[in-house]
């Protein structure tokens, strides 16, 4: 049934959004997915981008937004000082593409949130494309989950806070478990030793991300 919706949302595209450009997509974002920035700064941003310069402008919160990287099917846009905005155009079905895009704030400790949609920002189910991580992902596999000692301090965190990332070079997702920011330090210390010291990595693998 998913596959169905997924397909009948691609074919009711009109052809000139079938580019493989991702600017193609960000200059026609609706308003309401990134209101800091209006649409004549996302076009002027892709130009000085393309052009090798500078893309920053002021934007309506008051604060300076910038785009920091840009490709052909990927970019990022430092939106403030403590929070980031990536679109990567990821392909489906073979011919079609999809876009994912990545929301992520600071505060000091960074969460993220990644949504899906069209190209015609038509809002998919994120459930489709990928199955976010939990804390559980996150710890080594030789821990011991039942230990009274080990579930007493993960029963500390009161929030799990994830930052995901794109990637500019690939269509990998990494997901990274925000806690050095967030815990107090001792109580870091000592869940430091049950957390996988690298990034989870994601593929993107026959239209969804999985966990590898």
Do not use: H
Not at 143 to 154: N, R, Y
Request: charged content about 25%; glycine content about 4%; some cysteine.
């Amino acid at each position: 049934m998913k596959k169905l919706r997924l397909l009948a949302a691609l074919i009711a595209m009109p052809l000139w959004v079938c580019a493989q450009d991702i600017a193609v997509y960000f200059e026609i974002i609706p308003e309401e997915q990134l209101m800091q920035i209006d649409a004549n700064r996302r076009k002027d941003m892709i130009d000085l981008k393309k052009a090798g310069q500078p893309a920053s402008f002021p934007n309506r919160l008051g604060g300076v937004s910038e785009m920091t990287e840009l490709t052909n099917d990927y970019l990022r846009i430092r939106v403030s000082d403590n929070s980031t905005f990536e679109m990567k155009l990821l392909p489906i079905n073979g011919q079609d593409n999809i876009l994912a895009v990545v929301r992520t704030t600071c505060a000091p400790a960074c969460d993220s949130e990644i949504l899906f949609y069209t190209p015609t920002w038509q809002r998919l189910p994120q459930s489709d494309f990928i199955d976010l991580p939990s804390r559980m992902d996150f710890l080594l596999a030789d821990t011991d989950t039942s230990d009274a000692g080990f579930q007493e301090k993960l029963g500390l965190i009161d929030m799990d806070l994830i930052s995901l990332n794109l990637s500019a070079d690939t269509n990998d997702l990494t997901a990274t478990y925000s806690l050095e920011s967030y815990l107090p330090e001792d109580l870091y210390k000592e869940l430091k030793r049950y957390i996988k010291p690298e990034a989870l990595i994601y593929r993107w693998e026959n239209g969804r991300f999985v966990l590898k």
